[in-house]
């Protein structure tokens, strides 16, 4: 495994964190999750629950192992720390000021363990005018600039069905780690990290801030709706049996016309050149919809512009992707078993490497503080005593074990 050897203390929580260490854990890190008790991890009542046990929880930590640890407590504060001095990488998404009143800050850490690797995702970051606040997915997207240009020209901005900027922030860490753990490989130093969700978000502008600021303000990205404003014909269209997006760009409007036998629009100064699409965007709309109406139905339409090398794809929700063949050719969707849950979809490993075994299977997530006694002996070297001694004293707690 790509990550054997390399252990992980993963003090995150809900999404954007745990999805960082659980790509850490899927190439084989030894993740340690360390859980507030008596609770443990917020996303254990996120849903959809069943028995108890939250599969929202299940995706985010497959392959870890879970230690339940009283933080307000000075001997759960120090175990902590003794725990991050055996490990390479601490990865934490607190709020502010939690880990600096335990000593478990950067500074803390890292004075006593120069080599660790500190990893830190939060909303508007540790320093500057906004990190004193606390924040969710949709504040990522709405200060990011996202939201304003997404939706319909005359509605309000929109977020996206799925929390993208807990995603984005937690694959933007989980590439720094990898970077960072190759740094200290050359120089024996650890650092700091950091992403946020704004950060992430507001890094995936392709035109809005150089636009804007090239033009001395005079551009400005605004909602398009289902098309893509600068670029016609990009975006969404209702075909004869669903709806599908294509993105036609200055290489691509030459054959288009040709699929669509129209290969006088070429010449036709209504849509000669890529301003006068947009200038008339209405008029080539109403001819696209309406050409596509002419197919039986969305496969033979995909399958026409496919012979043409036009880029296209079928809009699919999210149940009808799980069974697509694509998916699981690609495995980006794997079925997990849980001993409560039973069997279930998640989706995989987005990164694909020709080193790594893709028939490997995971542990399942674990119950809150499954593994205190074997962490404890196994990093720490503590005996049956000293664990029961934390357990009687409160600083290990667990859940009852199915």
Sequence with gaps: MLLSGVRVLDLTQYLSGPSSTRMLAALGADVIKVEFGPDGDPARLLPIIQNGRSAYYVQQNRGKRSIGVDLNQPAGHELVAELAGECDVFAENFGPGVLEKRDLDYDSLSARYPGLIYASISAFGREGVLSHLPGYDLMGQALSGMMSITGDEDGPPQFTGSPIADVAAGMMLFG??????????????????????????????????????????????????????????????????????????????????????????????????????????????????????????????LAHLQEWRVPAAPVLDPTEAIDHPYFRERKMVVDVTDPILGTFAVPGMPAKFSDLPDDTEEPPAPFLGQHNSEVCSEVLGYDADQVNDLVERGVLMAEPLP
């Design 176 to 301: 720094a780690i990898g970077h960072a753990l190759f740094h200290r490989e050359r120089t024996g130093r650890g650092q700091r990290l950091e992403s946020t969700l704004v950060d992430s978000v507001f890094a995936m502008h392709s035109i809005a801030v150089h636009g804007h600021s090239v033009t001395n303000g005079e551009f400005t990205q605004r909602r398009t709706g289902t098309q893509f404003g600068m670029v016609i014909p990009s975006g969404t269209y209702r075909g004869p049996d669903g709806w599908v997006v294509i993105q036609v760009l200055d290489r691509q409007w030459p054959r288009f016309c040709e699929a669509m036998a129209r290969k006088d629009l070429t010449t036709d100064p209504m849509f000669s050149s890529a301003t006068s699409r947009v200038e008339n965007s209405d008029a080539l709309v109403d001819l696209v919809h309406d050409w596509m109406a002419t197919f039986p139905d969305n496969e033979a339409l």
